[in-house]
């Protein structure tokens, strides 16, 4: 079964800039989507396609997708980016959903 | 702006069979373009999907729960429900309903779920 790989954790200081990889088997191949859950809320997506945003979502988050891992870059980062982080793809060989592990992002 | 609920009951026996319904409001569950999708979240894990059904009853399933789960739709009460079966402590999850986005480029599939209902926290235990 298809499997997505995502770092337990990132950190990095406000104003800089986090990067939270999505590893998979050719990724690149698929489109992937990233959500971002706050302690005790749903999940929002903030990228969808790889790279788009959905409206309200700063432009500070953007994505990109290549070969076997897939990106989510948040510029400028602010203490309430500070939150888990998942990719998703549809696994067409399987006819499922895939979600990553996980990423907790910790603004220092 | 669509919204969607889960409701059911927090606390479940083991091997009792957990039922859960997600109400959409603000817009039309039978849209062509959408899937209806449920997701789960054990306590401190990350998120599982457990599967997703179109307006017409066609269903995707996670092969690792398919044995043990029922998704249906209720067009006339804009709901769709989930059954798990058999279900032990290791179904203890928050459960949330989700909006996919239905893909068809070339084959049928589902996108990005968006929005997502708040949660409903079901413990199994006796």
């Known amino acids: 079964s298809y499997v997505l790989t995502q770092p337990p954790s990132v950190s990095v200081a406000p104003g800089k800039t986090a990067r939270i990889t999505c590893g998979g088997n050719n990724i690149g191949s698929k489109s992937v989507h990233w959500y971002q859950q706050k302690p005790g809320q749903a999940p929002v997506l903030v990228i969808y396609y790889d790279s788009d945003r959905p409206s309200g979502i700063p432009e500070r988050f953007s994505g990109s997708n290549s070969g076997n891992t897939a990106t989510l870059t948040i510029s400028r980062v602010e203490a309430g980016d500070e939150a888990d982080y998942y990719c998703q793809v549809w696994d067409s060989s399987s006819d499922r959903v895939v979600f990553g592990g996980g990423t907790k992002l910790t603004v220092l | 702006q669509l919204q969607l609920q889960e409701s059911g009951p927090g606390l479940v026996k083991p091997s009792e069979t957990l039922s859960l319904t997600c109400t959409v409001s603000?817009?039309?569950?039978?849209?062509?373009?959408?899937?209806w999708g449920w997701i789960r979240q054990p306590p401190g894990k990350g998120l599982e999907w457990i599967g997703s059904?179109?307006?017409?009853?066609?269903?995707y399933y996670n092969p690792s729960l398919k044995s043990r789960v029922t998704i249906s739709v209720d067009t006339s009460k804009n709901q769709f429900s989930l059954k798990l079966s058999s279900v032990t402590a290791a179904d203890t999850a928050v459960y949330y309903c989700?909006?996919?986005?239905?893909?068809?480029?070339?084959?049928?599939?589902?996108?990005?779920?968006?929005?997502w209902g708040q949660g409903t926290l079901v413990t199994v235990s006796s």
């Open positions: 059904i179109y307006y017409s009853g066609s269903t």
């Open positions: 603000g817009g039309s569950i039978s849209s062509s373009s959408y899937y």
């Open positions: 989700a909006r996919a986005l239905r893909g068809y480029s070339g084959y049928d599939h589902l996108n990005w779920f968006d929005p």
